[in-house]
């Protein structure tokens, strides 16, 4: 039997068979392994004639049919390419958020940092021919909210998604880029050094499609509910009244997550979709702070969530709290043993002080970038020691 990663790979390249038809079959199949094992032509009123074909002529000789031939590569590209992880959808780290939208990939090509996808996040979008104020806009928004501890997840493309991109980046953010295209290429091309920045940088290049798939039209409406799943809002900076980044914003709203749009003015046609999203019912931002004030909750949501899984990951690992001796009083109201803290830690809060410092500066201050100091922050506020105080940490 196939292992569940190549049986995927199988299943999801078959001729006309995605993300709607996977999830259609797997309300009748156990698994895509069990399926595959069942005789083509007995799958047919699933399949249609050409992935009936395909899976007949795998099944006939594995080795040397095309789709055989198709799975033996991607195989190989994985092996070769160890940065590259396929997320199923039940890997524990394929991202919550993601799993609740409706229909949602069955499986994740990332490059790069696969944890990083279940940080909280914000969706930034907009026109591919931006003014210069709204190049301006997105980066300094992405720039102040990076540094709020929020990763930036955009689309990689001109314009809008690449100034939020870059934004990120400049303060030493997480960056997530959602491709239209197979994991293996990157459009626009011009862009290949920014992705590269990206996986550097911490962050990671996320694709449904399967390998090898080029930039078509049609995939990147597919790809834009992908940016809205993974975040727990959408910006929309500058965007035409017919535009992309509407997609976005209309998924987002029907994941139920928040969407915001940045006003322009009267006069500047690609500030038109964004005063229609505001019509419509979209949270109308001044400053990236009102971003981070509307999405407090789910910080603290996603932050509830890693302290979860911190726990999950110390009691695989035999770090269960001690159990009290036989015979001995279990006094609730005793103070836990506290791990102690490493010289990083330590430096860290007394730099902090005692007042409320916002992130930016306190990374000024200990010469550390933004998205590593995130992270300490994090095990110091998992230990009880910081909290978040809107963009501000203070300790406890």
């Known amino acids: ?72 590569a991607d195989l190989a590209y994985l092996d070769k390419h160890p940065q590259v992880q396929c997320l199923l959808f039940d890997d524990s780290r394929y991202p919550r958020l993601l799993r609740e939208i409706p229909k949602p990939p069955p499986m994740l090509f990332v490059r790069g940092n696969p944890d990083c996808l279940s940080l909280p996040q914000l969706a930034m979008v907009g026109s591919r021919s931006p003014s210069g104020g709204g190049n301006e806009n997105a980066e300094r928004f992405a720039a102040y909210l990076a540094g709020c501890g929020l990763a930036i997840t955009s689309g990689l493309a001109l314009g809008i998604d690449a100034a939020a991109h870059r934004g990120a980046l400049s303060v030493g953010g997480i960056t997530i880029a959602v491709m239209g295209t197979g994991i293996d290429r990157v459009y626009p091309s011009r862009h290949h050094q920014l992705a590269q920045t990206i996986v550097d940088a911490g962050g990671a290049l996320v694709s449904e499609f399967p390998l090898g798939t080029s930039s078509h039209a049609s995939h990147f409406p597919q790809r834009n509910r992908i940016i809205s799943g993974l975040s727990g809002g959408t910006l929309v900076v500058e965007a035409a009244v017919q535009s992309g980044s509407l997609i976005t914003a209309a998924y987002a ?26 019509r419509q019912g979209a949270t109308l931002v001044e400053t990236a702070q009102d971003i981070v004030d509307q999405l ?76 590593a100091l995130s992270a300490a922050l994090i095990g110091l506020e998992i230990k009880g020691l910081v909290q978040q105080v809107g963009a501000s940490y203070q300790r406890c």
């Open 1 to 72: 039997m196939l292992s569940p990663l190549a049986a995927h790979l199988l299943l999801l390249r078959l001729p006309d068979t995605g993300t709607a038809s996977y999830w259609q079959l797997m309300e009748i199949f156990p698994s895509p392994q069990e399926l595959l094992e069942l005789p083509a032509r007995s799958l047919e009123p699933y399949f249609k004639r050409p992935a009936i074909d395909a899976l007949a002529a795998y099944q006939a000789n594995p080795q040397n049919s095309h789709s055989g031939r198709q799975l033996a």
């Open 253 to 278: 709203l029907q994941h139920n997550r928040e969407v915001f749009a940045i006003p322009g003015s009267i006069h500047n046609p690609l500030a038109r979709g964004c005063h229609q999203l505001i």
């Open 296 to 371: 407090s909750g789910l910080i603290s949501y996603k932050r509830q969530e890693l302290q979860e899984s911190q726990l999950q990951d110390d009691l695989f690992s035999g770090q269960q709290a001690t159990q009290p001796a036989a015979g001995t009083a279990n006094n609730s109201h005793s103070p836990a043993v506290q791990d102690p803290l490493s010289a990083e830690e330590e430096l860290l809060l007394n730099a902090l002080g005692y007042d409320p410092l916002p992130l930016d500066l306190l990374a000024e201050r200990i010469g550390e970038e933004v998205g």
